[in-house]
């Protein structure tokens, strides 16, 4: 097969590549370290480069995802995504500043720093002539830094079989400030840890080898919680509708969690015993629940929380199945409504330390939004609704095989990108927002949302659309897919729900941006993050009007950035550390029962006029 | 009633006291200190002083305790004990130094600085303009020595009820480094901890108010592990003996423990929960056994513990009826068999302070002996058998109700001391010291310590003694007391028993000076302490060779030494840093395997000639 030669300013590094390749493969086969969070999907548009040629012929022709990504201008400059453009012919590739610079930190610039340590000693046996005790034994060994590390009852109770069973050769494990197990022989370099996003809707568990930084396995569940209630004040109430209600909430996320660990487990080789440590980040009701404290205040006026600190306890103690002496360590909340998993999103965005302005918006059932840079962050909480991650939405799931993430309309034609690439059975949050955004660009959705119907439709919408309305037992919608089981259908009550979402984002996003004192001109960078499992369409979100219309080049979805977060603070403490002050600095913002705030949100409602 | 005059010399402290007051009474009322360890019950022999009238007639005439622990020429020199002699007439008395002097550290001595602290908080209720969250606002208040103390999780998940339950008038409770209760409203002034001495056969519990550092009420109890062996190494052999044979062990400790609490909570009407800190001391297997961890290691070779540091537990860890978050501090043990209740003897005694060499006897079922002064301390341990603690012996008991604790024999008459002044049921401790002591003095015991049988009786032995000599069905014996239901006979078994106790003892003092490379006559002061509930005659230990023949005003039974050391270390955090390095400091002396202890035991076998 050809072999063309890639060349990316302005480094001026090359690689050889057979025809048909990437540029984003090209730029790794080159050492060019361009930023792309979505991987290959085309979905985030980090990966924006441009070529060089003239005429512009070194590359296929552009794909649907750069149709919608890149303006018609932008293509006719040359502009490409790197993961999607494939290299035809020799080429020069200039690659912006921007699409170097990661825009979240990435794992492998957090230098591993644990909570757990791992010594393994050699002991000598007891003699006659050396017989102080077991524990004294096993200090003498340690070394300064651990020599008066303390024992809790459990491990003394196991000292002296442990270490008699191994022959005195044991590897002896510390977490913070504690000794919390001896294994048998030498362990050093099996050392593992989880990171925890809870969600509202979702639960996000991470599986991490802390020597190496390496993530080992992601696992995501609906949150067993999810039977009491869709949003945070049904499980506040919940929690308080009976004595044991509150256990029952605490028993359900943990179970859930618990299966997610299994499976990590399984597939990983790790067993379960062998993780000591666990970093939780999640919303100010999940943290609460988590640990088994009653959320209620958070939720009545003065809307306090039982606590926003970082807690540390035990695995055993919430019944956590990794090591029962495992450290569980859950980051500090900023406020009520804004909780840990937006001091993760902080973390990882590095929003702290930046320069420039940014704008982060966590997406879930409750949208968190952070503006500022590292002199100042605001933080506020939208009650967005759980469109996001499916819930309320006819045919909503979430992002899991069957979900239709990505949806583009054109020249008559509807495609879809499936999950899994099976027939659709549903519809995830990014394809919602997708959806929504195409068919108000293709004119079957009026700018306030309502869904046309045929006969009020443009003349120039191809029938082959106007085919698609539906209209059964009152209720209207358009089909998104037919190949499955059942068509998956997007019913005006969806539009309605994303609406609402949308809207009180975006109403949040002026709130911050008034309370700062600066205008939407000002944001040098919007993150559009979400721990749903898939990746919003930045060009979707900024149509739709959910953010303020930057160029889409400086609009980027990057994941779970809070399970990012989650996980920096579980490979370093100087992570957490730096968290506790982030919490203890970000200035909250309070919406709820601001008349501006409410005026904002209904003038915010409409889908806008803005043009992709 | 007549008033008399009595004056104390050395200091001339005066006190006018009714006729037929006893001498200590009229110290008291002088406020001359006279240390009087066994109160007023004639046996401890520390509260001697000298009558100067000449002739000596103002004191009533010497009681049978005196006659017993003052020689002939004593008595009629004019020296008496404090607690016996009752005045009749205006008399000046003498005060020896060594009468001044506490042969124990009095708990007034202590000053109270416990582990546990209480601080009453009037918290500002939530307000919109104050919401931050429940455990901020707690720490705001509690001033800058506690701001940053840890919560455990059971507090913080209690935190938010607490707090407003109580209107957030709350008073908290830091137990070390740990904030473990709120309590409603000012409680500031109750403060409780618990004492526990921890035997092989007796438990001894000890309830005080850590702010006045009084002693509220002691409860003793029999080990309820005793059904599973009456020394350490069958408890440790039952403690392997199957899968939950430990925690057997563990639980009855446990439980003795509990009912001990139960009684005392009652009787002080103090509630349980009010109880947040328990001080531990007791032997190594003891302490091993409370903790729920296996003692095997300490008694097969080469005998090392599994732990002899001090250990922090919670209450809850092992099911101890006080407040299940109180912290439970265990004192460090010396050596397998030289455990935390000698180090608190030490403390008791004062032993690292001591300019003197002292030698302090803890009698149970182990004998520990200590030997030294500030410069140097030995100790060793021997298993001195249950016979102290009334077990093995056919008549014996603890000292409860119905105990002999004290045998005169004198004119041919038997004349006993029964505790609770009824019919006498049995034998405790120092009643079997004392019985035998006094028997081996009327001429009823050889020096071997055969039981004399009627026809081999010297002529001056009187025929009513001669009667309670009895011979059924092989088993000799010697009725103490025939006034109860059943008589109550010592046998020559149980002279057997007393024999090997004794000699042990006296063999490892023997051992203790050759280590030290000193002589009998270098001892100062010898200390007779026991947690078993009475006081041993230090006539009876001198006369039976028991300890060496120092004059008997150097020789004082101080009680229960170890719980007075444990209710130190309860007091104050500095009695347990002191605890920790005596226990550094103390150079064990291993007996066993001694060719030389086992000579000396043979020679100490014998009751000795010494005269009373």
Known sequence: MAQHRVRFLPDGLEAWVEAGSSLLAAATAAHVAIDAPCGDRGICGKCKVRELSTPLS???PSTLPEQTLLSPDELREGWRLACQARVVGDVTIQVPERALQPAIVPLSQVEPRPAVRKVHLSLPEPSLEDSISDLARLRRDLGPELQSIQLDLPLLQALP????????DVTAVAA??????LERGDTTLRCFGVAMDLGTTSVVVMLMDLLSGKLLGVESRLNGQA?????????????NSGPDALETLQAAVVNTINSALEKLAQQSGVSSSEIYEAVVVGNSCMNHLFLGINPRSLAEA???????EPVYCRARELKLRINPEAMVYTLPNIASFVGSDTVAVILAAALQHSDEVKLAID??????????????LLACSTAAGPAFEGAR????????????????IQNGEVKTQVIGNVPAIGLCGSGLLDAVAQMRRAGLLAESGRLLSPEKLDASVSPHLAERLLKTDGNEGFVLARRGRRPVVLTQGDVRELQLAKGAIRAGISILLKEYGIGET????????????SFVNPASARALGMVPPLPVERITAVGNAAGQGAMMALLSTDQREEATRIARTVEHVELAGRPDFMEQFMDDLTLGSIEF
């Open 58 to 60: 070194s590359l296929e």
């Open 161 to 168: 079989q442990a270490l008699s069973s191994a022959s005195y």
């Open 176 to 181: 913070g400030d504690r000794l919390v197990a």
């Open 227 to 239: 039977n009491y209630g869709s949003d945070v004040i049904s499980r506040i109430t919940h929690a």
């Open 302 to 308: 003065p809307y306090q929380p039982a606590i926003s």
């Open 363 to 376: 997406l879930g059932t409750n949208g968190e939004i952070v503006l500022g840079n590292r002199k100042r």
């Open 393 to 408: 939405i006819s045919a909503g799931m979430r992002a899991t095989e069957g979900a239709i993430e990505q949806v583009w």
């Open 522 to 533: 000002d944001i040098s960078e919007i993150l559009l993050a979400g721990a749903f499992g």
